[in-house]
């Protein structure tokens, strides 16, 4: 690889051009389809913010649908990763706090006005674009139900927790959680996201009614 298809990386490494290109353009892109929509956004634009020409734009995107479906497929596959992949281990002794922690991480990523936004701008589509919305939920709150039954299948193993279906445990679980400031969120705007501790509460309190239901 020569000179001219590299550039130096913070570490000292080296970094494709390409790949620096790609992330300008998902970064551009996102930043423009959350303010103007699907339907507002172009190419030129986007061109123009990420510092690249239309014909590069094109050759990583092979179109506005391509780019869009790649930024909402990131996005959701990356906020699923930062919350379920850096789990605690379980404390047997103390069950409650590992699942209120669980579920204030769940609910503090989650609920972040980019994500929100997203969701919101992907509902919208549902018309135009009915995969979009499909790749959406799969890779969200499907991806986060099948994860919490893994995990609720393990603690049923050690004796903490005692249920028939691990999935319905788990969607009970999501949504005694989510289910309030979420559609608060989705409905009344970025302003109604709650703060942290309102969070931590409705963790607590998602996780009491919970362990009531399936606690041993």
């Known amino acids: 690889m020569t000179k001219a ?14 790949t620096r290109k790609r992330q300008a353009i998902l970064e551009a892109a996102t930043e423009i389809f959350l303010i103007n929509g699907y339907l507002g956004t172009n190419m030129d634009e986007i061109a123009a913010r990420s510092a690249v020409s239309k014909q ?9 649908e391509a780019l ?12 699923g990763d930062r919350v379920h992949g850096d789990a605690p281990a379980v404390d047997p002794g103390n069950l409650a706090a590992f699942l209120e922690e669980y579920a204030f991480r769940q609910l503090y990523i989650v609920l972040n006005p980019r994500i929100m936004q997203l969701r919101r701008l992907v509902i919208g589509e549902v018309p135009r674009f009915p995969e979009l919305a499909r790749v959406l939920y799969e890779r969200g709150p499907l991806r986060a139900i099948r994860l ?8 049923k193993a050690q004796g903490l927790l005692d249920f ?3 999935t319905v445990a788990a969607s009970h679980f999501n949504w005694l959680v989510m289910s309030t400031p979420l559609n ?8 109604a996201i709650p703060g942290p501790d309102a969070l931590r509460k409705e963790a607590r309190d998602g996780v009491r009614v919970f362990l009531a239901a ?3």
């Not at 298809?5 to 390409?18: K, L």
């Not at 930024?71 to 959701?76: N, P």
């Not at 608060?184 to 302003?191: E, P, R, S, T």
């Open 184 to 191: 608060q969120a989705m409905l009344l705007g970025d302003d």
């Open 148 to 155: 919490l039954a893994d995990l609720f299948e393990s603690l």
């Open 164 to 166: 028939e279906e691990p």
């Open 214 to 216: 399936y606690g041993k």
């Open 56 to 64: 590069t734009v094109y050759k990583h995107f092979s179109s506005k």
């Open 5 to 18: 298809e590299t550039d130096a990386g913070p570490t000292g490494g080296t970094t494709p051009r390409s």
């Open 68 to 79: 869009f479906v790649e930024i909402v497929s990131s996005l959701t596959d990356s906020t």
